[in-house]
C-alpha cells in the first residue's frame, strides 16, 4: 500500500509543478490582451501594430514548436521548462521598461520564446507517468488549471495597471518567471530520456495521419479563443460593444472559468468514447461559427445575453483543441511524443497567427469589428475539411494496423 501511495504521489506532485510553471506562462502569454489600449497608448501604435506585437509573440511560439519538441523528448521536462521560465521572466523585464516599438517587440518575443517551451514540456510529463486511460482527463485539468493563469492576468492585471502603472505591473510580471523557476527546481524531477527524437522521429511523427488529424483539430478549434483572449476580446468588447473595462474584464474571467468547467467533461467524454472525438471537434466549430454568427449580425452593441452565449461558445475552444494532443498520443509511441505534440501545437498557433493578423489587418483598413472578426470562417471550414479527411485516413491506417494479417 505505501509503495503504491508513493508510485501515486510522485507523478502528481511532478505535474503540480509543471502545471504551476504552465499557470505562469498562460499569464505571460494573455498579458498583452488586456493591456492592449495602454499598450497602443504607451507606443504609439494603432490597430495593425498592436496586432505586430501578438503575430510576433506567437509567430515566435509556433516557429519553436518542433524544434522544442524534439529537444524535449531528448534533455527532458525539467530542463526546458526552467529555460522557458527564464526566458519568459526576461521578456517581462524587458517589456516593463520598454519605452520604444523595438523594446516592447523584444520582450513579446521573448515571451513568445519561452512559452513555446512549456506546454510541451508539461504534456510530456503526463504522457510519461501517468497511464494512458487517465491521459486524456489529465491533459484537460492540465489546460484547465493553466487558465488560472488567465485569470490572473485579466481583472488583476487591469487593476495593477490602474493602480501602480505600467512599469511597476510587468515588473512584478517577471518576478512570478523566478518564482515558476524554483518551483520546478524543487518540485521536478525528470525521467532519463529514452531514446529521444531525430529527424527520423520527426518525418515519422509528420506522416502519421493522426498526428496532421490533431494538428488540423487544434488549428480549428484553437484559433477563435486565442485572437479573442490574446489581443482583441477586450478591445471588441469596450469599443466595439460599448462595455466598461470592468464589465469586459469579468467576461474574460468568465469565459476562463466556463472553460475550466468545460475541460474535464470534454476529457472524460474523448477518453470514454475515443471514436466519437471528432464529431465533438465539429460540433465546437460549428458552434463557435453559429454564435459569431449571431453577434456579427446583431447591430451593434449586441445585448449582454448575445455576448454571454459568445463567451460560452468560446469557453469550448480551449477544451476542444486539448483533443489534438489526444490524437497526438494515440498514434504516436512515447519516444516521439514531443515532437508530434510540437506539430499539433505549432499548428494551432500558426492558425491563431493568421487569425490574429489578419483582424488588425481589417481594422485598420476599415475599422469595423464585424467585418474584422469575419475572417475566421475560411479557419473554421478548411479546418473542418481537413479534421474529416485526416479522420478517414487515421482511421484506415488504423484498420490496416489492426487487420488480423498483421497481428
Known amino acids: 500500500m505505501r509503495a503504491a501511495a508513493t508510485s501515486i504521489r510522485k507523478p502528481l506532485v511532478y505535474w503540480t509543478a509543471g502545471v504551476l510553471t504552465y499557470m505562469v506562462a498562460v499569464f505571460h502569454r494573455q498579458s498583452l490582451g488586456v493591456t492592449g489600449i495602454d499598450a497602443a497608448a504607451r507606443f504609439g501604435v494603432g490597430a495593425a501594430g498592436l496586432s505586430m506585437f501578438a503575430m510576433l509573440q506567437l509567430l515566435v511560439y509556433a516557429a519553436m514548436q518542433i524544434p522544442v519538441g524534439i529537444l524535449v523528448d531528448r534533455v527532458g521536462s525539467k530542463r526546458m521548462l526552467l529555460v522557458g521560465a527564464a526566458v519568459m521572466a526576461l521578456g517581462q523585464l524587458v517589456f516593463a521598461v520598454a519605452t520604444g516599438l523595438a523594446g516592447a517587440v523584444a520582450g513579446r518575443v521573448l515571451i513568445g520564446c519561452g512559452d513555446a517551451m512549456t506546454f510541451i514540456s508539461v504534456i510530456r510529463i503526463v504522457n510519461l507517468w501517468f497511464p494512458p486511460r487517465r491521459n486524456p482527463v489529465i491533459v484537460q485539468l492540465t489546460g484547465l488549471l493553466g487558465q488560472l493563469g488567465a485569470i490572473a492576468s485579466a481583472v488583476p492585471l487591469i487593476h495593477s495597471l490602474r493602480t501602480y502603472g505600467w512599469t511597476p505591473t510587468f515588473l512584478g510580471a517577471s518576478a512570478l518567471g523566478v518564482v515558476a523557476m524554483l518551483i520546478v527546481t524543487v518540485g521536478l524531477r525528470d525521467r532519463r530520456p529514452e531514446g529521444g527524437a531525430t529527424a527520423l522521429g520527426l518525418r515519422a511523427a509528420w506522416a502519421e495521419p493522426g498526428t496532421r ?135 494551432g498557433f500558426v492558425a491563431t497567427i493568421s487569425v490574429v493578423t489578419l483582424i488588425g489587418v481589417s481594422m485598420d483598413l476599415q475599422g469595423d469589428f464585424r467585418w474584422a472578426f469575419a475572417v475566421q470562417y475560411p479557419v473554421w471550414l478548411l479546418g473542418a475539411v481537413q479534421v474529416l479527411r485526416y479522420r478517414t485516413r487515421a482511421r484506415r491506417l488504423l484498420a490496416l494496423r489492426l487487420a488480423p494479417n498483421n497481428a
Not at 215 to 234: C, D, P
Not at 247 to 265: E, V
Not at 276 to 296: D, K, N, P
Open 213 to 347: 488529424l490533431g494538428m488540423w483539430t487544434h488549428a480549428a478549434t484553437q484559433s477563435s479563443v486565442a485572437a479573442f483572449t490574446i489581443l482583441w476580446g477586450y478591445p471588441f468588447l469596450v469599443q466595439g460593444q460599448g462595455l466598461s473595462p470592468s464589465t469586459a474584464g469579468l467576461l474574460l474571467t468568465t469565459l476562463t472559468l466556463l472553460a475550466m468547467i468545460c475541460g474535464p467533461l470534454v476529457g472524460y467524454l474523448a477518453g470514454r468514447f475515443p471514436l466519437r472525438r471528432s464529431w465533438m471537434v465539429l460540433a465546437v466549430i460549428g458552434g463557435t461559427a453559429g454564435a459569431w454568427t449571431l453577434v456579427l449580425l446583431w447591430p451593434a452593441p449586441a445585448p449582454l445575453w448575445v455576448l454571454v452565449l459568445l463567451i460560452v461558445a468560446l469557453a469550448t475552444n480551449g477544451p476542444g483543441s486539448v483533443i489534438g494532443f489526444d490524437y497526438a498520443r494515440t498514434f504516436n509511441p512515447a519516444e516521439r511524443i514531443g515532437v508530434a505534440t510540437g506539430i499539433v501545437n505549432g499548428g
